[in-house]
């Protein structure tokens, strides 16, 4: 069976999209990866462009409630914001609810190079902490070992 990874965030525009496309990337969509947030908004462009330093494309991915995956099975459901945290509801037929604290790099605001490099700080920690944590777990699943 296919492992389902969701990614929450309050805004559903740059961490839990920039994971959500991660995870897609570094399995090779061997693992069905979406987002979803508390509230819908759109996905932020800088997210898009720090993806694409990565040969990374988010750009057909959109905001999403999570009220439509609420009654969906899912191996993890990972929220990556504390808002997202604090006000996530009860997923009955998630396995396994991680947090992952991620800064928001939309509140930085002092130069367009500073929020940039935000994002970029932001896309680095997901990726990290899908590869040293998440991956690891999906591999420990029988019939994963092929992500290697």
């Known amino acids: ?36 947030g508390t509230e819908k908004t759109l996905v932020r462009p800088a997210a898009i462009e720090v993806m694409k330093e990565l040969g990374i494309d ?10 439509g995956f609420i009654d969906d099975r899912f191996d993890y459901v990972i929220t990556v914001c504390d808002h997202a945290n604090e006000t996530c509801p009860f997923f ?34 997901l990726r990290e902490r899908i590869q040293a944590e998440l991956l690891p777990s999906l591999l420990s699943d029988q019939g994963m070992s092929d992500l290697a």
């Open 58 to 67: 988010i750009r057909e991915q959109f905001s999403k409630t999570l009220d």
């Open 92 to 125: 009955a037929h998630a396995e396994n609810r991680w947090h992952w604290s991620i800064d928001d790099p939309s509140l930085v605001t002092v130069s367009a190079q500073a929020r940039l490099d935000a994002f970029r700080t932001a896309r680095d920690s």
């Open 1 to 36: 069976m296919t492992k389902r990874v969701l990614f929450l965030c309050t805004h559903n525009s740059a961490r839990s999209q920039m994971a959500e496309g991660l995870l897609r990337w570094l399995t090779d969509g061997r693992v069905e990866s979406y987002s979803a």
